[in-house]
Every structure is written in C-alpha cells, then in structure tokens.
C-alpha cells in the first residue's frame, strides 16, 4: 500500500463523514438551530444583566411571557396552516378592552368580563376566516387592513373611556389573583399558556382537525383534491388565533388592570418574528407549538433584556427587524436547499483494496471461468413480469416470484404458462423461503420480512431489530432485507443489506462501500428479531448447508461468501470461505448434488476497482456528475457459480450474448432443472441441467419428502 | 345581482369607476361643504396628495412588478431625519447628503437582493428591513423623535418655493409622475416590469434580466422615498419619526390599490396612482373639513382599503388548483 493510499484509507476510513449526512435527515435538526439560539439568548442575557435569573424577576418577565406565548402559539396555528395573522396586536388589544369595559365600567362579574373578551377575539378571528379562509383573499394584506381597522377602534375606544376606567371602584379577588399571584411558583398566565401549549400540541399532531390544518399547510392543492374542507380548515385556524390572543388580552387585563395606548403595541411584528424565529416555516406545514414557544422566549428575552441594559427607544425594532430578516432568510434557504445539502453529503465513500482475483473471462482455464450455456435457458412469463429477484418451486412444482409490482406471481405446473397473482404485498419482495409448514416466507425490500400462508394470508413477520445505541440512524428499522432462508428448528434468518439506504438506493451503497450489511434471526416462538452480525459490505443472499449446522451467507460488493455456524463447536461465529471472486455475489441455494448454487449479479472491473481505493474520486463523482455519468460496477454481466461445501468452486456458467440472463439474481434447482430470476429481468429462465437429479426439489430438501 | 350585471361590473375599469366616484365627491363636497372649491383649498388637497402621491409611485413600480415595499414610510423619515441630524451635528452638507444617500441605496439594494437572490417573499424582507431602519436611526443615530432643519438651509428653502403661488412639491410630483409615466410606458426595462409582474417564471425564460430588475425597483422605491421624505421636511420644517408608527405606510397602499393596480402584479401604471390620489385627497380634505377626528379617519380609511380588497379578492379569486404554495 502506498503512502497516499494508506493516508486515504485514515482520511475516509477513520474520519465519519456519514454522520454528517446522517445528522441531517433527523427532522430534530430543524429544531437545533432554535434551540441553540435560545441557549445562547438567554446565556447572554443571563449574564450580562444581573439578577436575571432571580425569582422576583423571573416571575415578571414570565408572566408578560405566559400572554406572549399564548399570541404565539395561535400565531403558529395559523402560520401551519398556510397563512399569517398580523391582527393578533389589535385582538389583543380590543378583548383587553372589551374585559375592562365590561368589568370596570359596567361593574359585571369578572367572568362576564372574560366571556366578553373571548367572544371579541373569536368575531374578530371569525372576521379574518371568512375573509381569508372563504374569500380567499391574501392572508397578508388582508390582516395587515383587518389589523389597523382594529387598532383605530381600539384608540378611538381607549381615548373615550379611559377617565371611567380610572374612576371605577370595581375590584375582585379573582382579578387580583389571575393578575397577581402565583401557583405553584408559576403564575396564573404561564400556566394558562403551558396548558393552551399542550392541548394545542396534543391536537395538531393526534387529532383530525390539526392533521387537516398540517395537510392544508403541507400542501393547500393536495389537500383539497383529498377532500379536506381547506377553506373551513383555513377558517378555524384564525378563529383559534383570535381566540388564543384573547385570552393574552383577558390576562393582560387582570394584569394592569385596565388598557392603555400601548396595550398590544407591535405585538404582531413580535409574534411573527418568534414564530419564525422558532422555525414555523412560511407558507404552512413545517413547525411545531414548541418551536413557537422558543421563538416566543428568545424574542421575549431580548426584548425585555435590551430595555433592561437601557438602550434606548427604537432599539427592539431594530432588534426585530435583523431577527426577523435573518430568521425568514434562513427558513427559506434552509427549506429550499434541505435536500441539496443531504444529497451532496450523504454520501460518504470509504476506502477499499480489493483482493487480486483470478479471470471469468472464457478460455482463460479457471475455474471461474464462464461460458455460454444460460443462453440457451427457456423462458417463462417473458415480457409479464418485472423483476423477478428471487424464484422458488413448491412441492407440487409451481413457480413462484416477486415483482417490482408488489406482487408474488405464481406459474402454474407443468407448463408454466398460465400464472395468478399469488398475494399483493405492497413492497418489492426479494428474497423468498418456504418453511415446513408451506408458508412463503419473503424479505420485502424496505418493509420487512412477511410470511404468506398457502390461503394467501400476508402477515408480518418483523420490521425491526433492536436499536444500537451508537448509531444516529434509526437501525432498527430494516431498510433493505434481502434474503431469506429457514434452519430445521424454525428459525428464519435473513440478511439486512444496508442501514444507509433504502432499497432502490442499492447502488449509492455500492459507490459508498461503507460496511453496514447485516445478518439477522427472526425467531418464530416468541417473534423477536436479533441481529447476528453487522458490519458487512451488502449482506445477500443467505443458504442453509445441506446439514443444517451452518448457513452461508454473500457479501456483495466485497466479493466474498462467508460460513456463518449455527451450531458446533465454532456456534455463532462466522468464517470466509470464499474471497475475491471475480463477480458479485446474490442469492445462494442448495444444488442436488450437495454442493451450493449462487448467483453472480454483476463482475467486478478494473476501472471499479480502482475507483474503491479512491473515495475522494467517488465522492466528487456523486456531488459533480449527473447519475447517469456514475462509474457504477458492472451488472450487465453476470451468472451463476456452483460451489462445494469446502467453498471451492465447481463450475461457472453465464450468458456470454447478454441476451436473456445478462444479470442472475438468484436461480432454484428444481427436478433437474434450474431456474433463473434477475432483479432487472422480464422473465424467468429454465435450464436443463446435465446430469442433475431428476428427483430433487428443494423442500425435501429442507423439510423431507411429502408428508 | 345576477350573471349579466356581474360580467357588466366586471368589464367596467376600476380606474374607471375609483375615477367616478372621486368626481361624484368632489361635485358633493363642492356643492355640500363651505370652502371646498376655494381655490387655496384645491391647491391645499392637491398639495397634501403629492408626498403621498410620490411614495405611491414608488410603490406602484414595486407592485407592478409583484412586489411590496412596506419599508417605504421608515426610509422616508429616518434617512432624512439622519441626515438633518448631521446636518445639525456639523457634518458638511455634500458629506451629509453622500452618506444618506449610500444608506438609502444600500438598504434598497438589501431589500432587492434578498427578494430577488435569497427568495425571500417580499413583504416579510421590507417589513423587517422597515422596522430595522426605524430601529437603527432611532436609537444609534438621532437623539429625539423630531428633528429641526437648520436655519437657512437648502431644504427649508425649498419649502418657501412658490411657482404660480403653487408649493413646489406639486411640481415635483408632477415631474416625477411624468418622467415615471415615460420610463413605465416607453422604456425597454420600464415594460419589462410588466413582463416580470405578470409571469415572472416566463419572463425569466425569454432571457429578461429578472432578478437585477427586482433590485433596480426596490432602489428605485428607496430613491423615491428619501425624495418624498426631503419635501416633507421642507413643508414642515422638521422630520418627525413618529410618522413610521403611524398608517401612512397604508395610505400608500391604499392609494396605489384604490387606484386599480392589482397586487398580483403585471397591471396599472402613473395614471392609476393619479386617480387614486386623488379619490384619496380629495376623500381626507373632506373630512377634514366636516372635522372627522384623525382616529375616525383612520378608521374609515382602513374600511375603505378593507373593501378595495375584498373586490379585488371577489373579482381575481385565487384557485385551489393554482393557488401558488406560500403565496401569502
């Protein structure tokens, strides 16, 4: 190994660059950004003003937050939904009014005053429905007018009572504790606010109503053509921003009792610029309450902290306005450029040497060497059937195979010319088994490992593994399982190719290389899943020995077939038998001479080879070429390769005109013929075998001859 | 009102009927309210439109081109606040006017660059670059709300001026409506504007310089602004910032819409914001004179804007097929 290709393997072996790229497909990274810009707020704050975090001024600044956050949280309502309400200021100052006027002037109770305050945001949010949700006019403009009509009934109202405000002699107690004391150490507001949070959380993310404004926020068009009512929708999302803003004018009402010019003043531009702060996208669908809370509490905190350190007037707009430029730019940058970012760091190449190899090529005298004869296989279901990965024969010879379609196809014996849908399965089914019992067992790519019974029940067997606690992507989930084979006591194991990437995606994992295949158990007695290996390149296709002790298993892009035991003294340990093949191994299967077939979905090139021991190359490769320009390996060539139980190789055949079976998948050896499936394939190849037994089928094999 | 009067109404000219309707009042007011028709009160109407009038063309070029600039009024004040703050602190006049004008251009073009390069819609970039000028002259640059012209300066000068007893800022207006009539109608970028508005994706694809266009008229409505704000310390002596806070910023929407040009961009021109200047004028000298108090006038004219733009809204309803995702 050369300098450079040593100092290569350190930088991309050693150094994660995939965590990156892994980092950034969880949804919590939107909430990163916030969450550190609140730490640093209040750090900043915190320290530079003295005694911020004191009881006494906690309890002030909290409860002016509990109303705030309360604005904000409709705020974020609305904005989930699509739209934006500029008029909370003007809610919120007219149901403060409507509290005061209703219990200070004409001395009601205090819950008649809270009626009343609720029922003035819930017209005036009503008002901005209709005209926004039913009239469909623009959500902007249209509660920046409602906003200052709002304000100058206020001021004309404010101007004309507020010598009577100051000459009543109402007073109650229930005022003055909303207004005034504490609970728990929490006052009233901010436990109002945490409970509106909550119950408003709970329903955007567990109920109908919140799913529908998320789906109309998501996408207005495609949740109309859904049949959602969007203008209903669009409508109860204001209303809930009216109504939330009232109660912030009720408790501001308790609070000072009595309303004033300022009441509400700017409070729009603030609780927009919380929200988005927050990271509640524009234009609806991305966001959550809590981001609204943080936005809430950063804005609240700056706000309060530059008045507190005396800066003077104009200092909060100023303040604002860069947050509020700064947090839209990077909200839409952020959202438009999301996935460009997770496309050009995702993929993160390792380095590789592969092993020097002996020639397939024909005549060269090895014993890899392939010839012509799958060429001459028959051909069943031709031009039916897309992507037949993995074939199998039951006892009574039919044929059965999954494809791209989501479905189990089966041809029917003798001629294999007629053939029913078997079982629609949803997901590509890959790699298929029968148990004892006749249940096809099948790896469905990206959704896990199924079991159909002979009448054609679809269960599922298992979807997930356990989660190891050092990887940042979900590995629990099985994202590719691929192949499939049953021991004598029940147990299924199969192989889970990559954590990385979901199953179409097989190819990125072959240009990346990263060593994330695994060997899974399924246990049928008690359905648990436990993985037996990682840290493989493309785990495949997976075979029982002949005597059930041991199974092998492929390891695609390093070209090598392993032996792991299931049993004997080296019990739960896995061996390689076969290293450096010539081509790319997939499914194995037993043969009726006691050796193992397996199937060769592609061969390795020089060019490939190279290119694996230099990932800088490929990492330029998938950020600067368009897919199509990729240097991929080579699956236009491939066949089939039977090997003894010692892991020599006995014989190689393939189809040298790359007419009918330029790449195998898998192959099923079946009364002395073989039958042939390719993922990329439109039929399924039959081959006479010369001198097989004419006898043997797979489950006698497996399970004995028929019962 | 049935199909037929529907289509009728629809096929009437918004500029048509807003130019109807301001005849219709003025004809009242003339013959309803005592001094109207003197003609120093006409000069008075036509005056106290031609600030607004300035700004609205301004914005009328930025809506043209669907756009908004909410950011106008803060420009206006602050950048002439800043600069007789200067002027007051000794700065010499032409280092003055250089510094102020780099300001208001620079903010223009931040406006311009992060609508047209960063995507950002257009009203949440003005409205936070409105707020942040207002903030930042406010508190880092001027000591108090008002700020005076000094004695003897060029600008209180220019607020003496008379031209056929008329006030100089209704020439300006005139001017500058002519020369924007000009560049709108007969100039390649000015009906670019109108490409641009209308089918921005289209008007891109023929090869028209989109984006610098976008940057070009939010300077334009940045240059405008500190024109109409110079007048208005030139009437009035000082510049009083208090003016940011309060709905002059909506006047000149309201002038612009009321006018018939469709915030949806690509329609309208200098005649619309002429007409609907005048409605305007015409509409708060009235009741001015009937001695409506400034917080009712504010209230109607907030109705009044209210209904522009539910007809607006009734007569180009948005579609649930077309509707542009976070096209708020």
């Known amino acids: 190994m050369s300098f450079r290709e040593r100092l290569q393997s350190w930088r991309y072996n050693l150094v994660p660059d995939h965590l990156v790229g892994e980092i950034l497909t969880k949804r919590w990274t939107d909430n990163a950004i916030p969450f550190l810009a609140l730490v640093a707020t209040l750090g900043v704050f915190g320290s530079v003003i003295p005694g911020f975090f004191r009881l006494t001024s906690l309890q002030e600044s909290t409860r002016q937050l509990g109303e705030f956050s309360m604005v904000v949280t409709g705020m974020t309502v609305v904005m989930l939904g699509g739209g934006i309400d500029l008029s909370v200021g003007s809610i919120f100052a007219l149901s403060c009014f409507s509290a005061v006027y209703v219990f200070f002037i004409l001395e009601q109770s205090i819950w008649l005053a809270l009626a009343a305050s609720l029922a003035t945001g819930l017209v005036f949010g009503a008002i901005n429905g209709y005209l926004v949700g039913y009239l469909r006019l623009r959500a902007f403009l249209t509660t920046l007018v409602t906003f200052i009509f709002g304000r100058a009934l206020f001021d004309i109202l404010v101007t004309t009572y507020a010598a009577d405000v100051q000459l009543s002699t109402a007073t109650s107690d229930v005022l003055d504790f909303i207004g005034d004391s504490t609970f728990w150490g929490l006052s009233v507001s901010v436990w109002l606010a945490i409970i509106l949070a909550i119950v408003t959380h709970v329903a955007l993310t567990r109920s109908r109503p919140g799913w529908h404004v998320l789906a109309v926020g998501g996408s207005r068009r495609s949740a109309h053509n859904a049949g959602i009512r969007v203008r209903r929708t669009v409508f109860m999302t204001y209303v809930f921003s009216g109504f939330c803003a009232s109660i912030g004018g009720f408790l501001i009402a308790c609070r000072l009792s009595g309303a004033g010019p300022g009441t509400g003043l700017n409070l729009e531009i603030m609780a927009l610029t919380a929200a988005v702060v927050g990271g509640v996208s524009l234009g609806g669908g991305r966001g959550s309450v809590i981001k609204g809370l943080m936005g809430a509490i950063i804005v609240l905190t700056m706000t309060n902290g530059l008045i507190r350190l005396g800066y003077g007037t104009g200092t909060n707009q100023m303040v604002l306005g860069i947050m509020l430029a700064v947090a839209v730019t990077i909200d839409i940058r952020w959202l438009k450029n999301r996935h460009k970012v997770l496309n050009e760091v995702y993929v993160a190449p390792v380095y590789l040497k592969m092993g020097q190899t002996q020639s397939a090529v024909p005549g060269s005298g090895t014993s890899y060497e392939l010839d012509n004869r799958l060429s001459a296989a028959d051909h069943i279901g031709l031009g039916e059937l897309e992507g037949p990965e993995d074939v199998i024969i039951d006892r009574d010879d039919n044929l059965y195979c999954g494809t791209r379609h989501g479905e189990i196809v089966r041809f029917f014996a003798p001629d294999y010319l007629r053939s029913e849908v078997f079982a629609h399965i949803g997901g590509f089914p890959l790699g298929l088994a029968f148990d004892k019992v006749g249940n096809l067992i099948s790896c469905v790519g990206a959704m896990g490992l199924y079991s159909v019974s002979p009448e054609r029940e679809v269960k599922r067997l298992s979807a997930e593994t356990s989660r190891s606690w050092t990887s940042i992507v979900d590995d629990a989930r099985l994202r590719d399982p691929n192949d499939c084979d049953i021991a004598p006591d029940g147990r299924i194991y199969f192989t889970d190719s990559t954590k990385r990437y979901d199953a179409h995606d ?30 493989y390149r493309y785990t495949n296709g997976v075979c029982v020995a002949h005597d059930g002790k041991s199974l092998f298993f492929a390891e695609s892009w390093a070209c090598r077939v392993h032996r792991y035991w299931l049993e004997g003294p080296k019990a739960g340990t896995a061996e390689c038998v076969i290293r450096d093949m010539p081509g790319y191994p997939d499914n194995i299967n037993r043969a009726s001479d006691g050796n193992y077939w397996m199937a060769w979905l592609g061969m390795r090139t020089p060019s490939f080879d190279l290119s694996l021991r230099h990932p800088d190359m490929r990492k330029r490769m998938t950020r600067r070429l368009p897919q199509d320009e990729w240097l991929f390996p080579n699956i236009n060539t491939g066949g089939v390769v039977k090997f003894n139980e010692k892991g020599g190789i006995v014989e190689a055949m393939g189809d040298l005109t790359g007419g009918a079976h330029p790449m195998v998948t898998s192959m099923r050896e079946h009364k002395g013929y073989l039958f042939v499936g390719g993922i990329l394939n439109n039929r399924i190849g039959r081959y006479k075998i010369a001198g097989a037994d004419p006898n043997w089928t797979s489950p006698a094999s497996y399970w004995g001859a028929q019962p | 009102m049935n199909a037929i009067g529907w289509r009728n109404l629809r096929s009437l000219n918004q500029e048509g009927i807003v130019f109807a309707i301001a005849v219709v009042l003025f004809v009242a007011a003339a013959i309803g309210l005592p001094g109207f028709i003197d003609p120093n009160n006409l000069v008075a109407i036509v005056r106290s439109v031609s600030v607004l009038g300035i700004l609205a063309l301004g914005m009328a070029v930025v809506i043209i081109g ?53 995507d950002v819609p257009a009203i949440f970039v003005t409205l936070a670059t409105g707020s942040f000028v207002f903030g930042y002259v406010r508190s880092q640059l001027i000591t108090q709300d008002a700020v005076p012209v000094p004695q003897g300066h060029w600008v209180e000068l220019l607020g003496g001026l008379r031209f056929l007893d008329i006030p100089i800022e209704v020439f300006v207006f005139a001017g500058l409506a002519f020369l924007f ?20 994706i289209a008007a891109r694809n023929i090869g028209i310089p989109v984006r610098p266009m976008l940057v070009l008229r939010y300077v334009l409505s940045a240059f405008v602004a500190l024109i109409a704000g110079l007048l208005t310390a030139a009437s009035l002596h000082s510049i009083n910032t208090r003016v940011v806070n309060s709905t002059l910023l909506y006047d000149i929407v309201l002038v612009a819409v009321i006018g018939g040009i ?17 409605l305007i004028g015409i509409l708060l000298n ?24 539910i007809v607006d809204g009734i007569i180009n309803p948005r579609d649930e097929q077309t509707a542009q995702q976070g096209d708020i």
Do not use: C, H
């Open chain 1, 506 to 535: 097989w190819a990125l994992d072959s240009i990346e290389n990263r060593a994330t295949g695994r060997l899974l158990v399924y246990d049928p007695k008690d359905g648990s899943t436990r993985t037996l290996l990682d840290g």
């Open chain 2, 66 to 118: 669907r756009g908004i600039d909410l950011s106008a009024v803060a420009i206006m004040a602050m950048s002439v606040a800043w600069y007789l703050q200067l002027l007051n602190t000794g700065t010499s006049d032409g280092l003055a006017f250089a510094y102020v004008l780099a300001g208001v251009l620079a903010i223009g073009l931040l406006n311009g660059f992060l609508v047209a390069y960063a």
């Open chain 2, 181 to 200: 009539f000009l560049f709108l109608r007969y100039t390649k970028w000015g009906r670019y504007i109108y490409f641009a508005g209308d089918n921005p």
């Open chain 2, 262 to 278: 469709g915030l949806s961009g690509g329609r309208g021109g200098v005649r619309n914001v002429l007409v609907g200047a005048a």
């Open chain 2, 286 to 309: 009235a009741m001015t004179i009937i001695d409506i108090p400034l917080l009712y006038q504010n209230l109607i004219k907030a109705a009044i804007l209210l209904g522009a733009i």
